[in-house]
């Protein structure tokens, strides 16, 4: 065997490295024309930063030899060494080195600075550089190229609209009942860059997913009690929250959020997610826009369970406790989210309470609090109302999922009279469960609510 074959052994080596993650940089050390010794560049899986392929190789060959001196030994290696690395083969006394590509910024094969060539060290290594240069060089390129992409897909992912503000990280720290990983998503046509977090917990390829949709001023936060026994029956949980909540991106400008474009963000993201076999769970503003979305594609759904909201077709007016909600809102833009929770789930802790604030630092992140009441159609003129209106005949005439409604008692503003009606007009949708003790955030009930719907459904979950 040549130098040549030698090198392409090294090559191997270093397209180990590749594969493992590590700058693609391969060696291997040979005695009288027999291979010793084989390696390639390890310090990132190694947590080791002297593990680079000429140390590797080296210390695993003077093993096998038992001897520190590897006196009649050449090293190949397909990048120029650094100095450590020549370092270490001027100590190991090696006969020769032969090296690939030249290393420009750290070479210590000539490059920068030629250690083997210094008069003052003692040494006895000859260097032989640019062998077969081109050939090593090119999986380093393809290892730069590829961590070239991954940087630009993750500033992009991470960059920050001019016209939105995040919510810091931090202020989402120990939630209480919230343990679930952060996923991301920038890339839908409507988000136009804007970040959108969603959960997405269980198997992927579950044969049952349940699309949990919040509404104002709550994010995903309000599905916590639904989330674990759905996970536990084996299926998969999708809950986002909407631009302008929760962990997503939050436009500065209230005129930013429209019904269509919700709409649009939430037909996008099903459809990216490619998410099937669809039980869709809606409550207030997760049902005047997620009662929309199963007309676009019925085939994706199975079953809708359905708690206090509405479809606002504009047709009738607005309930008397809607109309003073909008105008609470309108009166005291800064009222206290966690205030209103606690006002109606005396059971839930000051904890769970302030989680529901967490989004909203400052009146910058509230735009869509101050957005989404005069939002709701109140015309058959108004954004959102003819959409509605097509739902509507969508949920009378031609919806063939199952449906089970919840009605939280005590809501004063999308409470039992809405709802009663609401049940009238979707398809074969059972006689509702009245719960006495809940309010417009029915979801605070939800443990109980989801082994109903799981039994319901799919007449399981009795071991829960
Ligand atoms: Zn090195």
């Known amino acids: 065997m040549n130098d040549e074959d030698f090198m392409q052994l090294a ?15 391969g060696a291997v050390l040979v005695r009288d024309g027999v291979l010793i010794a084989q390696a ?39 990048l120029e060494p650094c100095t450590m690395c020549a370092g270490a083969i001027l100590n190991a ?55 070239r992409l991954a940087h630009k897909a993750q500033a992009a992912a991470t960059r920050l609209r001019d016209d939105a503000v995040r919510t810091p990280d931090l202020a989402f720290n120990n939630l209480p009942g919230y343990p679930w990983q952060a996923n991301y998503i920038s890339d839908l046509p409507a988000l136009n860059g804007l970040r959108m977090h969603y959960l997405d917990e269980g198997p992927a390829d579950a044969q049952v997913t349940w699309l949990c949709l919040h509404g104002n001023p709550a994010w995903s936060y309000l599905y916590r009690h639904m989330i674990p026994v759905f996970l536990a029956a084996g299926h998969r949980v999708v809950a986002p929250d909407m631009p302008g909540f929760g962990k997503s991106d939050k436009p500065k400008k209230d005129s930013a959020h429209t019904f269509d474009w919700h709409r649009a ?7 990216a997610l490619d998410l099937r076999h669809i039980q869709l769970v809606v409550q207030d503003w997760g049902g005047i826009l997620g009662l929309t979305l199963p007309m676009a594609q019925p085939w994706r759904y199975q079953s809708l369970l359905v708690m206090n909201t509405m479809l606002a077709t504009g047709e009738q007016p607005l309930s008397e406790g809607f109309l003073g909600w909008r105008q609470m809102c309108a009166d005291k833009p800064m009222f206290d989210v966690a205030k209103l929770f606690a006002r109606g789930n005396p059971q839930m802790s000051a904890d769970e309470c302030a989680a529901y604030n967490a989004p909203f630092p400052d009146a910058g992140h509230r735009a869509a609090l101050r957005a989404f009441p005069p939002m709701v159609p109140s015309g058959v003129e108004s954004p ?50 009245v719960l006495p003790q809940a309010g417009h955030f029915v979801q605070e009930h ?8 799981l039994q319901h459904f799919f007449h399981s979950g009795d071991q829960q």
């Open 265 to 271: 963000v939430l037909l996008e993201f099903i459809e």
């Open 384 to 433: 959102g109302a003819a959409v509605s209106r097509q739902a509507a005949d969508f949920w009378a005439n031609h919806w063939q999922g199952r449906s089970l409604m919840f009605i939280g008692k005590q809501d004063p503003v999308l409470g039992e009279p809405v709802m009663r009606d609401l049940q009238q007009r979707i398809r074969a949708c059972p006689e509702p469960v």
């Open 446 to 453: 939800g443990h109980e609510i989801a082994l109903q719907a």
């Open 93 to 147: 006394r090696l006969a020769k080195v032969v090296w690939g590509a030249a290393e420009p910024k750290t070479g210590a094969g000539g490059s920068v600075i030629d250690v083997f060539a210094q008069a003052q060290l003692n040494h006895h290594t000859l260097s032989q550089g640019q062998v077969m240069a081109e050939q090593c060089a090119l999986p380093l390129q393809t290892f730069f190229k590829q961590q």
């Open 11 to 25: 090559l191997a080596q270093a397209e180990l490295a590749l594969t493992a993650g590590e700058v693609p940089v």
């Open 40 to 78: 390639h560049n390890a310090p990132v899986g190694q947590h080791d930063p002297s593990a680079h392929a000429e140390i590797l190789v080296m210390r695993e060959a003077a093993a096998k030899l038992g001897n520190y001196r590897l006196d009649d030994c050449t090293l190949y290696v397909t």
